[in-house]
């Protein structure tokens, strides 16, 4: 049996610096996608939760976890992805939100923004705040994004879905 | 008396809900670079993305019940049609943009309550699938909805392809509220979802989006039925035909 060396917190630091893989701006852990570490005499088991069923980044970052430990000699490491809690965007902190702001990306409303189904929300414009925006197209480049253009400012930008 | 056990109950529930999102999937996938404006290529495909992210999961799941030890692929490439668990309506072929908009209607407003009811079941696997999914297909429904409310009220053209699709589909809906052997058994288990109650729901607001869409709604005469014994129509065997033809050319084939 052998005593792991790194902690908990220590595996989550060296973890945050790893991109989202679409959204370069922001790390998995402030996406709320790397939602656990669990160590034992095992090894280190890294529990992710997928954004969206069929997120192909998630292979990506499974893969850019194993590097970015077997780095540091840390093994052995296991990824696992699990539904349960399902992600939502509320998890995503206020930083990440931030970030995605200065980025040009709409930051998500709060979940419950779907709960009409049928609604159209209000989403502001990332560069000039105005709220006179309207929808180009539901889907974007990637699966989690809508397209807007604001019509004071003009430009088009993305929003990130409530999800 | 059951002929099946409850976990042979379980693996034909799964696959029918992993088959249902795969061949979607596959049917929204062939309008990619053929949609009518952009913004519904990217619309059509995204739905298809979610959708066949959904397969892998459920089928990953359906294939490790019991000691099966089987992937998400094995089970898609090795199956053959009869055993194969989709509801007809989701094999049907595109046809018009219309006709794929009817079906997406149909299916994403029984999705919708479908998912929100099995997000509750005992199986813990099958409830955190279900909450994920119901986040993905509130969008479905959402564009499903607009289109049709665009389509029914917009030209004379667009409003008599409304119509026709929701015609010609019509006797394929009732076949998503049956309940077999599987689902019976696994109801006792609280693992299944309740079917009457759904049928309702779905009526009730699938009546009013085609009632505001000036689109007539169909009598519910015969409905078609026969996939939950592996009964499809002649689409699915070309469907297979084209999606497992690498696996079945060279078995074992990885890259
Ligand atoms: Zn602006």
Not at chain 2, 40 to 52: G, R, V, Y
Request: aromatic share 10%.
């Amino acid at each position: 049996m052998v005593k792991p060396k790194y902690t908990k917190e220590e595996i989550i630091s060296l973890l945050s610096v790893i991109p989202d893989p679409e959204i370069p701006v922001v790390n998995i852990y402030e996406m709320g996608m790397l939602h656990d570490v669990l160590i034992d005499e095992s090894g280190y088991e890294i529990v992710l939760t997928p954004t969206y069923t069929g997120c192909p980044a998630m292979g990506i970052i499974e893969q850019d976890i194993k590097l970015t430990l077997a780095k540091q000699g840390i093994k052995p490491v296991k990824v696992k992805l699990v539904y349960d809690p399902a992600w939502t965007t509320d998890w995503m902190t206020e930083a990440a939100k931030e970030k995605l702001s200065r980025y040009g990306i709409a930051p998500p409303l709060h979940s419950s923004c779907t709960s009409d189904v049928f609604a159209h929300n209000v989403i502001p414009c990332p560069r000039c705040h105005s709220e006179d925006t309207v929808i180009i197209s539901r889907f974007g480049a990637t699966a989690c994004k809508s397209l807007y253009q604001c019509n004071d400012c003009k430009e088009p930008f993305e929003y990130f879905k409530c999800h | 008396m059951n002929t099946i056990t409850k976990q042979q109950a379980l693996y034909k529930y799964s696959l029918r809900l992993g088959d249902n999102a795969l061949i979607h999937s596959y049917r929204l996938s062939e309008w990619c670079s053929n949609a009518p404006i952009l913004e519904e290529d990217l619309a059509l495909t995204n739905f298809a993305l979610d959708m066949i992210g959904r397969a892998q999961a459920i089928l990953g799941y359906a294939g490790q019940l019991g000691d099966m030890e089987k992937t998400a692929d094995d089970l898609a490439y090795r199956r053959g049609e009869r055993e194969y668990y989709n509801n007809l309506i989701i094999e049907m072929p595109n046809g018009d943009f219309a006709n794929t908009i009817a079906r997406l209607l149909f299916v994403s407003v029984y999705e919708f309550y479908f998912f929100s009811e099995l997000q509750n079941s005992s199986d813990p696997t099958l409830a955190a699938i279900a909450a994920k999914t119901l986040k993905e297909v509130k969008y479905h429904m959402a564009h499903a909805r607009d289109w049709v409310l665009r389509l029914g009220d917009g030209t004379d053209e667009s409003r008599s392809r409304m119509q026709a699709a929701v015609s010609a589909l019509w006797m394929y809906t009732g076949e998503l509220f049956e309940t077999d052997e599987a689902a019976a058994i696994l109801q006792d288990a609280n693992i299944a979802v309740d079917m009457p109650p759904l049928k309702e729901k779905w009526n009730a607001i699938v009546r009013q989006i085609l009632a505001d869409a000036a689109i007539a709604i169909p009598a519910d005469e015969y409905m078609q039925t026969g996939s939950s014994k592996g009964v499809h129509t002649e689409h699915l065997g070309h469907i297979l035909s084209e999606m497992q033809y690498l696996q079945r050319t060279y078995p074992e084939a990885i890259w």
